[in-house]
């Protein structure tokens, strides 16, 4: 599942990306896995103009069951 929202448009070749996880996030989400249930992660992403304005968020969530 993922979610896109557009700030503000670029006019430059010049972007900058950001993806983070929180680590707490991937502690929890090793561990489902481990124990074999159901696991899921939402990672964030940013787009940044030459001047660090923001001028895109996008937020992705995966999600693992277990067999």
């Not at 557009?6 to 950001?18: A, D, E, F």
């Amino acid at each position: 599942e993922g979610h896109i929202k557009y700030l503000k448009p670029v006019h430059s070749n010049n972007i900058t990306t950001r993806a983070k996880v929180q680590p707490e996030e991937i502690d929890t989400f090793r561990t489902a896995i481990r124990n074999k249930q159901k696991a899921k992660i939402i990672q964030k992403s940013t787009v940044e103009d030459s001047e660090a304005d923001t001028a895109s968020e996008f937020s992705i969530k995966y999600v693992l069951f277990p067999e």
